[in-house]
């Protein structure tokens, strides 16, 4: 059985705990969790325990990220660390580039070369703010040919919500395994150790990288207890673990830099743990949409899945925001999004189909940035269709897309300002647009 087969069986095979922000508990082997205690004398069957934070020890409850992990070496027990090359990722402060306040669109990444690994393949796009302040985001993205073989990988600097676009992967955690197919979210947290495997023969999508505080569930306010992303379709993963000597390379991102040290053994090792410090999946078109049933189209925060909280209430470090399979029924309204001027900054890729507001140019794996305060809406082919189109209920199916959207202007990088992909003339979709005003 090839090793696409046998992830491809693995992923079947998967069950889950439900439920975000929950304290779960799970143990691959009987007996293994122990009960009225995180840290007994001897903890059972010969394990070691290990707390592993993702928050400071007295930050608020509400708040307070942590899972007590049973495994069967401690994370301690490893050799030094050495500097490795960054290859195409890159961390913020981002200083290779100013700011532009240009509207910017990019064709999905040209294809990876033989041999290249989820890690390997990560590209940057661009981001904001300082990862070793925790504060800000990056905008990654991926694209493979190759599983991670005997290689391991952990985020120091943030956690990591990957978004694919094209072929599932296999997402091997210190916690247990989580399959994500295009179509889902996977959320790594802080400091988790993870292997990726593909499930098909090669791999594409998106990463948000967020250095500050970890994705929440937005408040609903008026909207009541319900609707939106539902706690209970978040999935996490059950205790599974590996059992293994010979050499592992883990590579730990640390404030910007790739480090590796070669362990002896798997640091996938965790037998049962416990806790809320845990990787999730979530299918997005689980998303209980909300919209306007009257008139008028909704601003897009409607559409937010997760958050990430600043210091002022309502202005998110970075939301995650899809714009899932919907109705649109307002009457005497322009449906597609209206033309607009943000102090947020967008970045927007499509997963499949097409986006309701851009009528070409727009594929699946490419993305584009729209920074604070440059013009953005409808390109000119979508406002002529919707301006005259017949407002009969309906049903947007046919595509799906998300945003990034961030209190901060997001930089470029230097290679994705010069890229190959990089669509010279993306402001060309606003020309023609012309003047209607009869007084």
């Not at 190759?146 to 919500?161: A, I, K, P």
Request: with cysteine; proline share 8%; hydrophobic share 40%.
């Amino acid at each position: 059985m090839s090793g696409i087969e046998q992830a491809r069986k693995t992923a079947e095979e998967l069950t889950y705990g439900a439920g975000f922000g929950n304290e779960h508990s799970s143990e691959a082997v009987r007996g293994a969790l122990p009960h009225g205690r995180n840290s007994p004398q001897r903890a059972p069957l010969g394990l070691y325990a290990e707390q592993l934070s993702g928050s400071a020890f007295t930050e608020p409850r509400a708040r307070n990220r942590r899972s007590w992990l049973y495994r069967i070496r401690p994370s301690a027990a490893h050799p030094a660390f050495v500097r490795i090359d960054n290859g195409t990722l890159r961390t913020a402060p981002f200083t290779e580039a100013v700011p532009d306040p240009n509207r910017l669109r990019w064709d999905p990444l040209p294809d990876a070369a033989p041999g290249t690994d989820f890690l390997t393949g990560l590209w940057t796009l661009g981001g904001n703010g300082d990862a070793a302040q925790r504060s800000g985001m990056a905008v990654h993205l991926y694209s493979a040919n190759s599983s991670m073989t005997d290689r391991v990988f952990s985020d120091s600097d943030g956690e990591l919500l990957i978004v694919p676009e094209h072929g599932g992967l296999l997402l091997r955690t210190e916690l247990g395994l989580l399959r994500a197919e295009p179509g889902h979210v996977a959320l790594i947290p802080r400091g988790v150790r993870f292997r990726v495997e593909l499930l098909g023969t090669t791999a594409r999508g998106y990463v948000c990288e967020n250095y500050g505080q970890p994705f929440v569930l937005p408040d609903l306010g008026p909207i009541g207890a319900n609707g939106l992303a539902n706690a209970r379709d978040f999935l996490a993963p059950v205790a599974a673990f590996e059992d293994r000597v010979g050499p592992v390379e883990v590579v730990n991102k640390f404030c910007g830099n790739l480090w590796s040290a070669t362990y002896g053994h798997s640091p996938l090792d965790v037998v049962a743990w416990h806790g809320n410090h845990t990787p999730y999946v979530y299918d997005l078109r689980r998303f209980n949409v909300l919209g306007s049933i009257s008139y008028d189209h909704p601003d897009p925060s409607i559409f937010t899945v997760l958050t990430s909280p600043s210091d002022t209430p309502g202005l998110a470090g970075v939301d995650f925001v899809v714009f899932a399979p919907r109705w649109l029924v307002g009457e005497d309204t322009f449906r597609p999004p209206y033309f607009h001027r943000n102090v947020m900054s967008e970045y927007m890729g499509l997963i499949e189909g097409a986006y309701d507001a851009k009528a070409g140019g727009f594929v699946p794996g490419g993305g584009s940035l729209h920074n604070m305060m440059s013009a953005h809406g409808p390109d000119r082919a979508t406002f002529d269709r919707a301006s005259a189109a017949e407002l009969k209920p309906q049903k947007i199916d046919d595509g799906l897309a998300f945003m990034f959207e961030t209190r901060w202007p997001v930089t470029a990088t230097a290679q994705a300002a010069g890229a190959v992909h990089l669509q010279r003339g993306y402001d060309d979709v606003w020309q023609g647009l012309s003047r209607n005003f009869r007084p």
